[in-house]
């Protein structure tokens, strides 16, 4: 459902430019995870704490005397308050961060690569389920013209199908039933097995079926670069995301004066 709804916006959003949608779900994420933690954090009590902080700061800057007990407990009283400050925010920060990180899951899987050009050659290497090694031989692709295998079966050199064409490249066991089908529907560098956790976020290509000798497929696709310029790390999508929630959840914690 999660993923679900995020494709279906962005697909909705395709008329505009990759790097200006990667930028408005890094501000609209920025955003949100803000004015949350500010509704769910004790902000009046927050404030409090870190008024009566500043004061034992300032008093323990203040304090000209030479004895050392009183000197120690300005320095308790101060750190004290610091850290019940910082305990006062580490609830909703926690509480915040498993949404954060689905969503950068999310981003990762839409954005981190593209679908390779029709007959480009992609390396596919299959890793095996344990135990299950000596059955990768009898694996086969068709068609085999496709594909350029190496000794072990492990790795195929795969002619990209073209879609426009009708083309497929299947991956078969020793009695026929498919294991995987390409061209993949979306760019993914691995396709797995279904588990628990994909409940919380689904993969958009499918999973290979449970009772398959595969653990993963692992596809060598072309990463998908936003910017032409720059460093090789700037020009994916986690640049541009993490720049602009950032910006955004800083921007709403100063004009809200979020503690």
């Known amino acids: 459902m999660f993923e679900s709804i995020l494709t279906f916006v962005d697909s909705g959003l395709g008329f505009l430019p990759e790097l200006l949608r990667v930028l408005g779900w890094g501000a609209l994420t920025g955003t949100v995870a803000m004015l949350l933690y500010a509704r769910i954090s004790p902000q009046r009590r927050i404030a409090e704490v870190e008024a009566q902080a500043m004061a034992a700061r300032k008093e323990l800057r203040a304090y000209q005397g030479v004895e050392t007990r009183m000197m120690l407990s300005l320095v308790r009283r101060s750190l004290a308050l610091s850290l019940k400050q910082v305990g006062l925010t580490v609830g909703p920060t926690l509480l915040l961060t498993p949404p954060v990180l689905l969503m950068f899951a999310w981003m990762n899987q839409a954005y981190s690569y593209r679908l390779p050009d029709p007959q480009a050659v992609v390396q596919v290497t299959l890793r095996a389920s344990e135990g299950a090694e000596p059955v990768l031989p009898a694996l086969q692709w068709e068609p085999a013209s496709a594909v350029k295998r190496d000794a072990a079966g492990k790795t ?16 078969i066991n020793a009695v026929g039933e498919q294991q995987l089908l390409l061209p993949l529907a979306h760019p ?13 976020l689904a993969s958009p290509v499918g999973y290979l079926p449970a009772e398959s000798p595969l653990e993963a497929v692992e596809l060598e696709l072309p990463p998908r670069t936003l910017l032409s310029f720059g460093p090789e790390w700037m020009r994916g999508w986690l640049a541009a995301f993490t720049t602009a929630l950032g910006t955004l959840a800083l921007a709403i914690k100063i004009a809200f004066g979020i503690k």
Do not use: F, Q
């Open 156 to 171: 195929v050199a795969v002619n990209w199908p073209s879609v426009t064409e009708g083309e497929t490249v299947v991956l």
């Open 188 to 200: 993914r560098a691995r396709v797995a097995k279904s588990g628990w956790w994909h409940w919380l």
